[in-house]
């Protein structure tokens, strides 16, 4: 893998329709925007941001509304228009789009509703917009998330469940897994429940239904899940594969949801090569 080198970091707070996204980019060339996960922010991507800028990138990343330090929710939005806004905005014509999960399905819903700023996809652990959970796991601690948003003292019951479904996934125990990663990612969980606690319920995100879209999705797209991940997930990248014409798919043995975290380095080596091999960057 490539040697990066540092890169200054330059942060703005975009306006988008009805809100503000806090944005940061690093590095110039082929623009990459890194897409996060919910409830989470765009520090889960402090592994791949300043590297990705030293391999010779522009690489931009950001809060999606309702997370980090961008607007919370206040009204119905579209994750996918917010995207659009924020790169016409920064004057980014056309960007490869990683996402992760929340951020994936962002990205799948972007490259259909506004196919001229996408020039590739990676895909990673992927929500799919239109297609529903059925993963018992999934629903169990979906269920105690909105019993313990009825309880006052319920928020960290709420982030607990959340660590249980996306970091831990459906085959291991809390012990299992590491314990700075369950943390790191707690405190993120637990600052977007608190500072955005006000926006639940106040707008529902429009989306495009993209689960019957996906054969017309046209650029170069990589999907990448883990093998301990839940079967909701699995299955939306098998669909993904399956579908969007020309898909390459990867699995990480050992990983769940995460998987730009837990298995870093084979993520990093997976996201390089198809860079290389879409943007012609060495």
């Known amino acids: 893998m490539t040697q990066a080198r540092t890169h200054v970091v330059t942060a703005a707070t975009v306006p988008v329709e009805a809100g503000e996204l806090f944005c940061e980019s690093a590095g110039e060339g082929p623009p990459v925007v890194l897409l996060h996960g919910g409830m989470l922010d765009l520090n889960m991507w402090d592994e791949q941001f300043s590297w990705l800028a030293g391999l010779g990138y522009r690489v931009i990343r950001y809060d999606a509304r309702g997370h980090g330090r961008s607007s919370t929710v206040a009204g119905d939005y579209a994750h996918h228009d917010d995207l659009h806004a924020l790169l016409t905005r920064i004057d980014v014509p056309c960007a490869t789009l990683v996402g992760l999960s929340l951020g994936a399905r962002t990205a799948i819903d972007t490259a259909i509703a506004h196919p001229e700023v996408v020039s590739g996809l990676v895909l990673a652990s992927p929500g799919v917009s239109g297609r529903p959970f059925a993963d018992p796991y999934v629903a169990h601690h979906t ?112 990983t769940a949801h995460m998987v730009n975290l837990e298995s870093t380095r084979l993520f990093n080596l997976a996201v390089e090569s198809f860079l290389v091999s879409t943007t012609g960057r060495n």
């Open 143 to 254: 269920a105690q998330q909105l019993a313990a948003m009825g309880d006052p003292d319920g928020a960290q019951r709420f982030v607990e469940h959340f660590l249980r479904m996306w970091v831990d996934g459906p085959y291991r125990e809390p012990s299992q897994v590491s314990r700075a990663l369950r943390e790191r990612l707690r405190g993120s969980a637990s600052a977007n429940v608190g500072r955005h606690a006000g926006g639940l319920g106040a707008g529902l995100p429009r989306e495009i239904g993209a689960a019957d879209r996906l054969a017309s999705i046209a650029v170069p797209t990589l999907v990448l899940d883990g093998e301990l991940d839940s079967s909701d997930i699995s299955s939306n990248a098998q669909a993904i594969a399956r579908t969007v014409p020309g898909a390459r798919s990867r699995r990480f043995a050992s």
